[in-house]
């Protein structure tokens, strides 16, 4: 068990709507990472928050957002899905500093998205 | 830009059988090569950190190392336990501003008992 939590495990709805994804780091760390994670593409870097604020983003489409609040859980929002953004969807987290072990990033079980 | 080539993409082993999958990448001034371990539907899990050519590390029946181009994750004598897909990512240098890990496509480890 990493310590990073995600919900729900499982998502299945149709294409056109909206879901969330919610994800709780591990305690102590301030950074959230988001990865999309589908059989053609393997791991995809989305977006990272560092304390409440965007730091970095990736590949992430204009449809997807996502926040930090200050309790540091994290929400990725996904909007007029489309069949192809059936996936699966890491969050990690991570201490958020440069130095040492503190850069690992320890990953969520995920949730995985089904549109149909 | 980043990249990260694995192979090979799957290894089948009979229990017992010392083998190697290799990483190979390109970065800009590494700041660390990650390698995670990743069970069918689950999330990535975190195995090793190397930040510098030369480095090793071990854990029980793998054993990781780091040159300028690629990294190896050697497995001795593995067991059926040790079925999984290994990830391989980087993450850049500080200068580059960029935080995001790059993953290689993995490779997909069977051990047959």
């Known amino acids: 068990d990493s310590g990073v939590t995600q919900t729900p495990k499982h998502l299945i709805t149709a294409t056109g709507q909206r879901v969330t994804l919610r994800c709780s780091p591990r305690s102590g760390d301030l950074s959230v990472y988001w990865y999309q994670q589908s059989l053609d593409q393997g791991l995809q870097f989305l977006i990272q928050y560092y304390n409440g604020e965007e730091r970095a983003k990736g590949n992430i489409l204009e449809r997807f957002s996502a926040q930090q609040f200050p309790d540091l859980h994290s929400e990725l929002n996904l909007s007029s899905l489309e069949l192809g953004d059936s996936a699966l969807y890491f969050c990690a987290s991570s201490v958020g500093r440069l130095a040492g072990e503190e850069d690992t990033q320890y990953f969520g079980p995920g949730t995985r998205l089904t549109v149909l | 830009e980043d990249q990260v080539t694995q192979s090979p993409e799957a290894l089948r082993l009979q229990e017992g059988e010392s083998s190697s999958l290799n990483c190979s990448y390109t970065?800009?001034?590494?700041?660390?090569l990650f390698w995670y371990r990743q069970d069918p539907g689950k999330g990535p899990e975190f195995l090793f950190t190397?930040?510098?050519a030369g480095e090793e590390k071990e854990k029980e029946r793998l054993k990781a190392t780091l040159t300028k181009k690629e990294s190896f994750l050697h497995i001795t004598a593995p067991k059926p336990e040790d079925s999984a897909t290994y990830l391989c990512a980087v993450r850049p240098g500080p200068d580059t501003g960029r935080r995001a890990l790059t993953f290689g496509s993995g490779t997909r480890l069977q051990v047959q008992p």
């Open positions: 190397l930040y510098s």
């Open positions: 970065v800009s001034g590494l700041r660390g």
